[in-house]
């Protein structure tokens, strides 16, 4: 594809299920990043992937939180046991080395907990 | 890890007048300093960068600035418009650790 695609674009979910974030980066490109962006709030980090290295998960705000990245390409953040604060836009980015280097950014998914 | 704060939190101005975002980090090994512009209901975009060998940087009418011994960079835009309106964020980069601020909210009336 031309860009970031991120899956599904709106997710509304029950307090205490699992939910699954899809991210497409953009084929060739190493690096990837998702960000959590609450309502009209910054870009929170929460992991980053780079090549084959170990993923760093400074940012993940608690292990209900966890993301993979398989082949080097897609990857998935799995929010477990949803909490009403988890409510946000999960942004995913990704570049094509990761150094100094402009982020292309997906449209984000739009998750809901109730 | 890298912090980076960022003022104002909103900003508004008059169509033709200038706009300064500043935003300051921490880690001082940080040596890339993107700024990205979201528009409502959009994905962020980069609009400029600097790297850590430079001072200034222009393009038209945006402007970034980097002092290394105070850790701080800002981010210039003259002769503002509307379609200016947007949020921005300002980030710093160490190694792969791209940290961004809080944003500011930024408003050109006509």
């Known amino acids: 594809g031309a860009g970031v695609s991120q899956s599904p674009s709106n997710k509304v979910t029950e307090k205490g299920k699992d939910v699954e974030l899809r991210c497409d980066p953009i084929s060739g490109h190493t690096a990837l990043y998702w960000y959590r962006q609450s309502l009209g709030q910054g870009l929170e980090f929460l992991i980053y992937f780079q090549g084959n290295s170990a993923p760093d998960k400074s940012g993940l705000p608690s292990d209900r939180f966890s993301a993979e990245r398989t082949g080097g390409s897609v990857s998935t953040l799995t929010i477990q046991r949803t909490q009403q604060e988890d409510s946000a836009v999960y942004l995913c980015a990704s570049s094509l080395w990761g150094l100094n280097e402009k982020l292309f950014f997906g449209s984000g998914t739009q998750l809901s907990v109730l | 890890g890298e912090n980076v704060e960022q003022h104002p939190s909103t900003l508004s101005v008059q169509e033709g007048d200038s706009a300064v975002i500043k935003c300051t980090y921490s880690?001082?090994?940080?040596?890339?300093f993107p700024w990205y512009k979201q528009e409502l209901g959009k994905r962020p975009q980069l609009i400029i960068d600097?790297?850590?060998?430079?001072g200034e940087k222009k393009d038209q009418r945006i402007a970034v600035t980097l002092n290394k011994t105070a850790k701080h960079f800002s981010l210039h835009i003259t002769e503002t418009q509307p379609e200016d309106s947007a949020v921005y964020f300002c980030a710093a980069q160490r190694d792969n650790d791209m940290r961004f601020g809080a944003g500011t909210r930024l408003t050109v009336k006509p």
């Open positions: 880690d001082s090994a940080s040596n890339y």
């Open positions: 600097i790297r850590s060998n430079v």
